[in-house]
């Protein structure tokens, strides 16, 4: 039994507010399709017509321009579902059901809600108890329709596009370099300064391997880049300023650029907070790919070795870094160095030196994963120079041969550098007399805009000041680079490869390029001795064996050469007087310090050398109190008579200590011809002989 309109209408209901729900899908809508907002409005009156004053119809219009989709990004719907679950709406009011959602979820949400609070539900077609199952169950239906309704319009569109898509024919937004031509076939950039930019980008990539380099390097030249305006007032226009890494990232990965045709490379799927969760495909997955569809700057298979060498670039993506671009360490199997004994590729640390940092190859990846020992951990300085010297040995034949294509490319690099900044300064110039051109056409009564125009026409002028200066500079540093002199240099370093080598202006980044295009990797095994196998890109394989590594406190040992020498030295010098000849002769400590007395004691009791007073005392040496009772004087007195001469005396030490020779003993002193053998003699003597020196002095 049908109940009608008026009988669902009660006075609980009357006595709540009635909430109408405004909703247009998009913005275009809002200000294209006025009608249906009219009649949305419209449903007031129904309201007023059932009994609702016209103060309590309350209108919730604030989604207007928003998908009914999903209820996340909806404030009003939101607020028209808080208020029914509070129980302060009597009747909810919508055109169709589509305007109050197109999601099955967030309907039946709805109606639940209204079900439990008795709320009732308005459309244009009538009025509905969701209490009631026959209610709500028309509602429901109508729901599903609205819903199945927005998927077939979807479908439809999204069929017409992909299948455009198929043929290569769906029209897109074109990067920077690229444009449509009239029958809106993909063309080159007229802009011959553009195009020349972009070859000029993606050479350079291909020399350096690496976007940052790519980044820097366009930097150093003071070359800009062009940006196409994607919005705004100025839409359509390129604009020139300096590139920047992620710019440089979205040209090596767009597919376009090698002219190609690409369709659905992304992913996205609506989460159920609102937010669209976005992802990168990878290229098999992609709806449509047509290589060689148009155009292009590069070929298709430069471009699957760009990206190839951005993943090897990535320490995320990359195995262990394997073929990554050489870092600015001296490590010079960076990425190439493999384990002997599990096969796992080794990394790289560096050990702190006082003079350059030392680098170690390390087997460490079960030891971060599992927590086990290090496999084995090998000192690389020794390594790198075996290497170095095996790549002398192999490469210098055709050192002459590469340099010759070396030279021939420095030159092609210049001329197109300077093809760069010549039209940097055309376009310069040309805006410069664009903006003269508009300031000469404007009535200068009109000053506002006179002003302005000025203004523009001044920072041109500026513009292309800075663009010939910077020109001219660049000239002047080819020019010093071109000269003759130069030249024969170069040409004598590759002539002498161990020369160009071993120079100091040879960064380790550059010799590690040179590495990694002659070896393909090199095994490492340290079993005693350190053996290694070098593979090159060829497949030839070289075995190098190299002596142990010595320890830490073995590279610090002092040498044989200097211990012997301060055992010899010991017999006629102090510690700090032999510091002294040590240092004469240029020796050197384990650590590479200078000599001093201190040290050279510390070697001394180290390797057990006799000392200077154990060798005096063995020769029969008195200190200064027993030679003064031998001789029977204070031993002041004996300090004089060693100043005096009249005794013999040794230092020991640095501290003005000395050991003595007793007269007649060792050396006895003569007087006219008579040798002072007895102590006796020699006291009476000596006493004579000092007052003559106090008298004479």
């Known amino acids: 039994m049908s109940i009608s309109a008026d009988q669902k209408v009660t006075t609980s209901h009357l006595q709540r507010d009635a909430y109408l729900y405004v909703r247009q899908s998009t913005i275009r809508q809002v200000f294209e399709n006025t009608e249906s907002t009219k009649r949305q409005y419209g449903l007031r009156q129904k309201a007023v017509a059932l009994g609702w004053q016209t103060e309590n119809v309350i ?37 169709e059901v589509s305007r ?36 709500r169950l028309l509602l429901g239906l109508k729901g599903t329709m609205s819903e199945a309704e927005l998927h077939v319009l979807r479908a439809r569109l999204r069929g017409g596009i992909e299948n455009k898509a198929r043929r290569g024919e769906l029209k897109s937004p074109l990067p920077i370099g690229l444009a449509y031509d009239e029958d809106d076939r993909v063309v080159l950039e007229p802009d011959r300064q553009v195009q020349a930019t972009i070859h000029k980008f993606f050479k350079t990539f291909e020399e350096t391997g690496s976007a940052m380099a790519t980044v820097k390097h366009f930097r150093q030249q003071g070359w800009q880049f062009p940006r196409k305006l994607r919005r705004g007032v100025h839409k359509g226009n390129i604009v020139w300023g300096e590139l920047v890494h992620s710019r440089a ?15 659905g490379r992304s992913r996205q799927r ?83 030196r006082e003079t350059a940092p030392a680098p170690r190859y390390v087997c460490q990846r079960d030891g971060i994963e599992q927590g086990q020992p290090l496999c084995q951990s090998i000192p690389g300085k020794g390594v790198d120079e075996a290497i170095g010297r095996l790549l002398l040995e192999k490469v210098t034949p055709l050192a002459l041969e590469v340099t010759l294509a070396v030279q021939q490319e420095l030159q092609t690099r210049r001329e197109e550098a300077d093809a760069l900044r010549k039209q940097q300064v055309e376009r310069a110039r040309y805006e410069a007399e664009l903006a003269r051109a508009r300031f000469m056409q404007v009535d200068p009564r009109n000053r506002l805009v006179a002003d302005a125009l000025e203004a523009d026409w001044n920072d041109t002028l500026r513009n292309l000041n800075d663009a010939q200066e910077l020109y001219e500079r660049c000239c002047q540093q080819d020019a010093a680079m071109v000269v003759d002199s ?4 170069v040409l004598e370093l590759a002539i002498n490869f161990p020369k160009l080598w071993n120079d100091p202006r040879t960064s380790d980044r550059d010799r590690k390029r040179i590495v990694r295009l002659l070896i393909e990797d090199v095994t490492l095994i340290h079993e005693g001795q350190i053996t290694a196998h070098v593979r090159f890109q060829g497949g030839v394989v ?29 017999d006629d010098f102090t510690e700090g007087q032999v510091a002294d000849q040590l240092n004469q002769q240029g020796l050197r400590s384990g650590t590479g310090s200078s000599f001093c007395g201190r040290l050279v004691g510390q070697i001394r009791r180290a390797h057990r050398i006799v000392s200077r007073y154990e060798r005096l005392r063995g020769a029969g040496m008195l200190t200064q109190h027993e030679i003064a009772e031998e001789l029977n004087v204070h031993p002041s007195t004996v300090r004089k008579w060693r100043c005096c001469g009249l005794l013999t005396a040794h230092a020991y030490n640095d501290k003005n200590e000395y050991l003595y020779e007793l007269p007649g003993a060792n050396r006895p002193i003569k007087q006219q011809g008579t040798k002072l053998t007895d102590p006796r003699r020699f006291r009476d003597f000596a006493h004579e002989r000092s007052d003559e020196v106090q008298h004479e002095a």
């Open 486 to 489: 130069t030249r024969s240099q």
């Open 249 to 263: 990232l979205q040209l090596l990965h767009n597919p376009r650029y090698a002219g190609a045709f690409f369709f």
């Open 270 to 352: 609506k989460k159920g907070d609102g937010h669209v969760d976005f992802r990168r495909l990878p290229p098999d997955q992609w709806h449509t790919l047509l290589p060689d569809a148009h155009v292009g700057y590069i070929t298709w298979d430069r471009y699957q070795r760009n990206v190839q060498q951005l993943l090897k670039n990535a320490q995320s993506l990359g195995g262990d870094r394997r073929k990554s671009p050489a870092g600015e360490g001296p490590a010079l199997l960076q990425g190439l160095a493999m384990c002997g004994l599990c096969g796992k590729r080794m990394t790289v640390r560096y050990d702190c």
């Open 59 to 95: 209108v919730i219009d604030s989604d207007l321009g928003q998908s009914g989709a999903s209820a996340a990004d909806r404030a009003g719907f939101q607020r028209l579902v808080t208020e029914v679950g509070l129980g302060r709406a009597g009747i909810v009011l919508g055109l």
């Open 542 to 570: 070289e075995t190098l064996r190299l002596p142990r590594p010595l320890s830490a406190w073995e590279l610090r040992q002092t040498s044989p050469q200097v211990v012997q020498a301060i055992d010899r030295l010991l």
């Open 100 to 135: 109050l959602a197109r999601n099955s979820t967030d309907w039946h949400r709805l109606l639940e809600i209204c079900a439990l609070t008795d709320t009732l539900i308005l459309d244009e077609d009538g009025l509905y108890d969701p209490s009631h199952f026959n209610d």
